[in-house]
């Protein structure tokens, strides 16, 4: 039952020693690695409050065993950005009024980078469709669909 | 012992500059925002302590059983156990409640839910607490549950607890009780049981003082000091030696404003001696907190036939479930609200809060007047199609106005702008989007992503719901609260117990003191119980009584400072004001800056703000019983599929009334979350219960909106500063969940020309 590996998260290799081997990358960010910017609000990849990049795809952290993220690029919502030198995604989100309690923000930061690294241009409706996989119960979403939009806006300006 | 902080951000709010410009009406960032952002704020369920255990709770399977017999001694026999918790091992109180102490910390005759607490366990890993749980044998008797409202009124269910089975009956006689017709409009409404459904799910961490002497909790509540007093009585402790901090809060809307798991983290840690964190998942949650009471609602309205209202008869039911909670305030609330925001002098109305073994109901954002908004709404569109008017002008016929009456007799003092709201929602832009949506694209038909809908079959429909909703406590509850202000060198360090749970209130604590005191950097201390109450955050009453204690506290620092300047400068204290950041003589030349001026003294002063005494009711409904009030209409457009039953919300206009917004930025995010809560008791959110036994408690099964099912929100705020307010500003959280229901509900049924009498609109309700 007691598991050894090592996780390649944000960059640095993490060693993962007496894990129960059914843990799920979730937990063990959190729990084993202290990583607790990744949220779990419904365990079941119904929210995505746990988003994380495996590899650069967006995936459900409490949907993928952490033993089975061996050998894969993890990057959470701690890899993005130095601490007090938020990304233009964390800042619009905190200008643009888009965090309220912050429960799902995290989640919402990962899926946007992703969706503006794949489409740096979307459309109103592209941007609540990919990033439909990630709940908010305080805004009403307005908020952030303005905040990706900011960005979209301000990185075709500085191009 | 103290609480690990990771990462280099405190998370709480201890030390949390609000050092950003920004005064009264800018909208100004939150000061927690890039923390939140780069997830280093501390949530409740991240705080962790060195050597801490894992908690959690046994359940009850049944929704009524007398359990004969609990063994917990196959929990012992586990490995990394190191505390079983029962009925029997609670020092103090055996229950708690927010108005009648009606709850077991642990129940041990009878479970009256289905998740009902019977034991609680602390081990070193969440699996071996599962497992713990799973040892722990109960036989039970299962009854057959009460799940009825109508048989806990008419008593033919025998008392399924000592209270008994109603927990409150209130009538309300006004006026003139012959007048009948000669327009007579009927309907019965009912509302499904809505979860709040936040976020962040229920956690905290209980840190146990050396010797057991005491205990502090850091836990995502409501209501600090309401927590403390109850703890405390089940501890079997003075408060004093309870200390509740506040962990972060992943939103709120009602569900914490009761205890959960408060009490068994508290026992768990003073019995082991360690740290005991406990934290829920989804399922649980949906158990272990109070939710939106289901509520079924006959009205019939008389009017004349001009359409103005000339008496209402009513009578509510709300399904309180198993246990109290705040039933009899939702019900006086549902009650008092029966007329809308409409003229009314004539009223029989008659209300239940009843308890089944259905889960315990209490607080949800609008707290029983969201009930009463979905009937009289549905009311008023059958009186305008009973006289031949259109919904808006039936709506401006009867418009309530600052000195109307309530069907209480309490004379509406504030601001109240209802035909204005009326107008100026109906001034606001249709959607551009034809019928069926933009460009053929199926992702904008109803079912979207289903791509079920064909474009020929949808239909278009408008509605209207116009709203009134109390802000603050009620019936001569003093809900006052508590502020301390302490300047020095030119920084302001601010002092309170109101739990921020996402709404902003940190955010505009900054602008009150930078606009009132002049100061430029704002620092917010720890919220805990260091202070007194400031009570809940609830009811829309924090930015009103929390907000108003703030700006009391740095009026009275400023008067000290004035004071001192005017000593040392041999002015007069009255010639002076603060210009920006600078102190002035009004009379002379002297400025200087609030730094300067503060540089090298001390100047504390605390505030408690109460607002004017509130009545109880009589036995006929009379009395003073609310505070104030604020206003709200919506209008919403949705697209509908007849034959498949699916509808598309298209666009929520809205014009609210929040007297004067401080921070227009946030006041737009409480619409915009109000309403995606108000869309969704519209057409998806039940959490659903057969025979007292929960089916949906998961995000698969309960719905919330996503960013698909969230139309387009177009909003016109009404400023009208309220004299009676603090800083002219009424609260704004709850209204627009008010009436954004009905008005979706009246979408819905103008498109499909169909009556719909119930919340969530079903497919089955659309195509049946």
Known sequence: MSEFYVLHVNGAAREVRDA???????????????????????????????????????????????????????????????????????????????????????????????????????????????????????????????????????????? | MTVTQTGTDTGTFAGTHSGLAGRLGDSVARPDGVPKAQGSFQFAGDLTADGFLWGATLRSPHPYARIVRIDVSGAWRINGVEAVLTAADVPGKATY???????????????????????????????????????????????????????????????????????????IVRGDQSIHGPVVVEGTYELGRQDQA???????????????????????????HEDRKQIAACLG?????????????????????????QVHACLLALRTGRPVKIQYDREESFHGHVHRHPCTIWMRHHAGTDGTIRRI????????????????????????????????????????AVRTNNLPSG????????QAAFAHEGQMDKLAAAVGLDPVEVRLRNAMRTGDHLITGQEIVNVAPVARLIQETAALA????????????????????????????????????????????????????????????????????????????????????RTVLGVEEVVIDSIDTEIGSAGSTSASRQTWMSGGAVEGACRLVRERLFEHVAELHDLEAVQLEIDGTDVVDTLGSLRMSVAAATAGIVIDETFEHHHPATEEL?????????????????????DVDPELGLVKVVQIATAQDVGRALNPLSVVGQIEGGIAQGVGLAVMEELLQVDGIVKNATFTDYLVPTFLDMPDVVISLVEEPDPHAPMGAKGVGEPPTVSSTPAVVAAIRDAIGKDLHRVPVRPSDICS
């Not at chain 1, 690695?33 to 990744?38: A, F, Q, R």
């Not at chain 2, 961490?205 to 836990?219: I, M, N, Q, R, S």
Request: proline share 5%; charged share 20%.
């Open chain 1, 20 to 159: 129960a081997a059914g843990e799920s990358l979730l937990f063990v960010l959190r729990e084993r690695l202290g990583l607790m910017g990744s949220k779990g609000a419904c365990e079941q990849g119904e929210c995505g409050s746990c988003s994380v990049l495996l590899d650069d795809q967006l995936v459900c952290g409490c949907l993928v065993l952490a033993a089975g993220a061996v050998g894969q690029r993890i990057v959470t919502i701690e890899g993005v950005a130095p601490l007090g030198a938020p990304s233009d995604v964390q800042q619009a989100f905190v200008d643009a009024g888009a965090v309220q309690c912050g429960f799902c923000t995290p989640g919402l930061i990962m899926a946007t980078h992703s969706l503006l690294e794949r489409s740096p241009a979307p459309s109103e409706m592209e941007i609540r469709e990919e990033l439909s996989g990630n709940v908010c119960r305080c805004t009403g979403y307005g908020r952030i669909i303005d905040a990706v939009q900011r960005v979209a806006v301000a990185r075709r300006g500085a191009q």
């Open chain 2, 97 to 171: 409640g927010l108005i009648s102490h009606d709850q077991p910390v642990f129940a041990s005759d009878y479970v009256r839910f289905q998740g009902e607490a019977m034991a609680a366990v602390a081990a070193d890993h969440p699996d071996t607490c599962r497992r713990a749980l799973a040892a722990i044998v109960v036989e039970y008797e299962v009854l057959a549950p009460l799940t009825d409202p109508e048989r806990a009124i008419d008593g033919s269910f025998p008392p399924i607890h000592p209270d008994g089975n109603v927990v409150r009956h209130q009538r």
């Open chain 2, 198 to 224: 936040f976020l962040g799910l229920e956690a905290a961490l209980a840190l146990p003082a050396p010797g057991g002497d005491g205990v502090e909790l850091h836990v995502a509540t409501q209501w600090l």
């Open chain 2, 237 to 261: 402790m003075p408060d004093e030696k309870v200390r509740i901090v506040l962990g972060g809060v992943g939103g709120a809307f009602g569900a914490r404003e009761d205890i959960s798991l």
């Open chain 2, 313 to 352: 008869e009513a009578r509510f039911v709300m399904d309180g479930g198993a246990y109290a909670s705040t039933s009899s305030a939702v019900l006086i609330n549902a009650v008092t609200h029966t007329q809308g925001p409409y003229r009314c002098d004539h009223a029989t109305v008659d209300g239940w």
């Open chain 2, 363 to 370: 607080a949800m954002r609008g707290f029983g007047v969201v």
């Open chain 2, 430 to 513: 249709l959607p551009t989007e034809p019928v069926g949506g933009h460009d053929h694209d199926p992702m904008r038909l109803p079912g979207g992503a289903g791509r079920t809908a064909d474009e020929r079959h949808i239909v278009r429909g408008i509605g209207w719901g116009v709203g009134i909703k109390n802000l603050m406590y009620s019936e001569a509850f003093d809900d006052y609260s508590t502020a301390r202000v302490r300047v020095a060198d030119g920084v302001a360090t601010v002092k309170f117990a109101t739990v921020e749970v996402g709404q902003g209130f940190v955010t505009i604590v900054g602008q009150i003191a």
């Open chain 2, 618 to 638: 009589d036995e006929l409904g009379q009395g003073n019983c609310h505070t104030a009030f604020a206003f709200v209409a919506h209008r919403a457009v949705v």
